[in-house]
């Protein structure tokens, strides 16, 4: 059976979870996005209070829906959709954030990609100027990650991980390495779950023919709450991916990151 049957039948067994909280308009512009996409849409709501799951009630019939009362955080939310979505027997989950508009037949690309997990080009602005992030690489000696950008679509080249904003990954990879890890609230879920995938001998890749739209927001100040589970994230990351000789130099560098934080927030 070639790739391209093999990704036709996976469609109708494809899971698009959308991890929601306060997504207002984004949330539904994504959802209109989804419809003509061959997966079944699942919004895992994360304790919103805009009204925003009256309104995907109202304007999508069949999207399915599971509330949680409170913000469990981006892993503890994802995980519940991706327990749902494998129950009903899902051959491949497509993890989505809830600010994207994704580009008409995105999701066939990504299934057509023999990798098994596989991101999309993510089309972004920044400063007025279209950017495409390609997917990311790990620093090994701060513990840092980066994305691959560029000012156009290019050649796909080899990765470290693949970013969370839209990660599609096969039922196989869950079934070895499980879900993602819930140490993180948010922030570096994305590039340790490929690590170890990876180390399983499973592969990762971005897709060049699949492409979204990331609305990142610019200009606006992170609450305190964002730059202390960055740094968090960043520490545990730290401590499982960097040798320990040169953990000191890591630790450092995270400890100017604070400084640099405390200032911006103060001044």
């Known amino acids: 059976m070639s790739d391209r049957l093999y990704s036709r039948r996976e469609m109708f067994k494809s899971y698009a979870v959308v991890l929601n909280l306060n997504g207002g308009r984004d949330v539904l512009e994504c959802l209109e996005s989804l419809e003509n996409e061959k997966a079944k849409i699942l919004v895992v709501d994360n304790g919103s209070t805009d009204g925003s799951v009256v309104e995907i009630r109202k304007k999508f019939s069949r999207v399915k829906i599971i509330e949680n009362k409170k913000n469990l955080g981006f892993t503890a939310g994802n995980n519940i959709g991706i327990r749902y979505a494998l129950k009903q027997g899902a051959e491949a989950i497509l993890l989505l954030n809830h600010d994207t508009v994704v580009e008409k037949g995105f999701l066939e690309s990504l299934l057509e990609n023999p990798a098994d997990i596989v991101g999309p080009v993510i089309k972004f602005k920044r400063k007025g100027k279209i950017i495409y992030d390609h997917g990311g690489k790990v620093d090994r000696i701060f513990g ?38 819930e140490a993180y609230f948010i922030f570096y879920e994305d590039a340790d779950f490929c690590l170890k995938a990876r180390r399983a001998g499973f592969k990762i890749a971005v897709e060049p023919k699949s492409l979204i739209f990331h609305k990142l927001s610019e200009g606006k100040k992170k609450p305190w709450r964002m730059h202390f589970h960055l740094l968090k994230s960043n520490f545990i990351f730290v401590n499982r991916y960097v040798p320990f000789y040169r953990r000191q130099l890591a630790y450092t560098y995270l400890l100017l990151l604070l400084f640099k934080v405390i200032w911006n927030q103060l001044f």
């Open 144 to 181: 840092r990650n980066y994305h691959l950008e560029l000012g156009k679509i290019g050649k796909t080249k080899e990765i470290d991980y693949v970013s969370g904003c839209a990660i599609l990954i096969r039922r196989p990879v869950f079934k070895k390495i499980g879900l993602l890890d």
